[in-house]
């Protein structure tokens, strides 16, 4: 029975790990499709969404049948439990790169805001942060998944920064008000995908040390003032 809970909770995880595979490169491509304004692409990530749902359903579907049938205890107990919530963070990850999408696919039918906006420095750091989560997962690492944690502030940081460049670019170009609000919401989706990956990895903390970190974390980011979207509470 025991090889068998052990051979089981293997494939999850090697599921788990192919789903933030997919998820990762959705992002990615999301991003991609802003900076390029490429509305082909965009619509792509649109019409594979249905994808991640299913596989989101499917782990749901295994972690359930394993807690029935071998009623895990400890570590393997903690494992399923982490999983089940790290997999939810993964789909709202990928509903949020659709949310890109669809601001991409406006944005490229408008007139270009003549002002930079780098979204790949941002992109880069929430994929960073999303890869590096998944490997402390797989590596059982909890200080990989602290050094997640504390990278957050980078990405608050740059969406703070990108509110007050929209902001500047609604004072001198308000014929662009609707893209640049568009352009906010991606600053914003971004930001996002940042605090789940450092849900991922507060899972991850929690199923090697059995410690909930979440709300030690949560209340730091309290303190911090956010113009973009205040309190920024995590869900």
């Given at each position: ?54 596989m989101e359903v499917e782990n749901e ?97 740059l969406n703070r920064a990108m509110y ?15 893209s640049l609000i568009h352009i906010l ?51």
């Amino acid at each position: 029975m025991a090889k068998h809970l052990e051979r089981e909770i293997e494939h999850l995880k090697k599921k788990i790990l192919v789903l933030g595979a997919k998820i990762e490169s959705k992002v990615q491509d999301a991003t991609l499709a802003i900076e390029q304004r490429d509305a082909c692409l965009a619509q792509q990530i649109i019409d594979r969404d249905m994808e991640i749902d299913q596989m989101e359903v499917e782990n749901e579907e295994d972690c359930l049948k394993i807690l029935a049938l071998h009623q895990p205890v400890a570590i393997d107990l903690r494992f399923l439990i982490s999983v089940l919530k790290i997999n939810s963070d993964l789909e709202r990850i990928g509903d949020l790169a659709v949310n890109i999408a669809e601001r991409a696919l406006f944005l490229a039918g408008q007139p270009e805001v003549p002002m930079g906006f780098d979204f790949i420095t941002m992109a880069q750091k929430a994929q960073a942060m999303l890869t590096q989560s998944l490997d402390a997962l797989v590596h059982l690492d909890a200080q990989a998944a602290y050094r997640v944690c504390a990278a957050d502030d980078q990405v608050d940081a740059l969406n703070r920064a990108m509110y007050l460049k929209v902001q500047e670019g609604i004072r001198k170009y308000p014929q662009h008000l609707e893209s640049l609000i568009h352009i906010l919401s991606v600053s914003r989706h971004l930001e996002r995908i940042a605090d789940h990956a450092t849900n991922i990895a507060e899972d991850v903390i929690y199923m090697i040390a059995g410690d909930i970190v979440r709300h030690k974390v949560e209340e730091y980011h309290k303190t911090k003032q956010n113009p973009a979207n205040g309190a920024n509470p995590k869900s």
